[in-house]
């Protein structure tokens, strides 16, 4: 998910007013997978144990993520690795650990409430729409120690982390939007689809 209240750009136009395929953005260590990659609409499968191998993917995806600038949470289908793992980062200031979070095998065990605000997300760059979710969650998830835990979560970081669990079953944003608004992106979301993908 992108930082909220993102300006939005028109990469989508040329100066003479016609319109331009859009050129998706490299990113470094991981590359970021963009709507219209099949992956995205796959389910990621639990994670056994965490290893070695699932410490260095969490340490590649939060350079992923830091290298958007724009990101505040990732998750691990986004970057084509079908496993069930993201990261949220909400943190104002770097010394803060309470907004980072890092989480295996997430679930949401309990929903409260019900709120309305602007999504944006890393694999759809540039658009923006208003999402109805859950205003107060509980959460389970393991953490980079393979310790289980389980905690309460509403406001922002309620927000980030539905928005990434619905990414690893392969639902993304724009899904829990209305029909209408769907149809009305429908233009930038074909452009997207055939959009110059860095290798």
Not at 125 to 144: F, G, H, M, N, T
Not at 156 to 176: M, S
Request: glycine fraction near 6%.
């Amino acid at each position: 998910m992108s930082k909220p209240k993102r300006k939005r750009k028109n990469r989508h136009s040329s100066e003479d007013g016609m319109d331009e395929t859009p050129r998706l953005e490299k990113t470094e260590p991981l590359q970021l997978r963009y709507y219209g990659d099949p992956v995205l609409r796959k389910r990621a499968e639990p994670v056994q144990e965490v290893t070695y191998e699932e410490v260095k993917l969490a340490d590649d995806m939060l350079k992923t993520l830091y290298f958007t600038e724009v990101g505040i949470g990732l998750a691990a289908t986004q970057v084509g690795v079908l496993k069930r793992f993201l990261i949220v980062d909400i943190r104002e200031e770097e010394e803060d650990e309470t907004g980072l979070f890092m989480l295996f095998n997430p679930e949401i065990l309990n929903s409260d409430g019900e709120d309305i605000a602007e999504e944006g997300c890393l694999s759809i760059p540039d658009l923006r729409e208003d999402v109805k979710r859950p205003e107060k969650i509980v959460v389970r998830a393991i953490d980079l120690q393979n310790q289980s835990l389980e905690f309460e979560a509403d406001g922002l970081l309620a927000r980030v982390l539905q928005h990434e669990i619905d990414h690893l079953n392969g639902t993304l944003f724009i899904d829990r939007i209305s029909g209408i608004k769907r149809q009305l992106l429908s233009d930038e979301l074909k452009k997207l689809q055939k959009a110059d993908r860095p290798t």
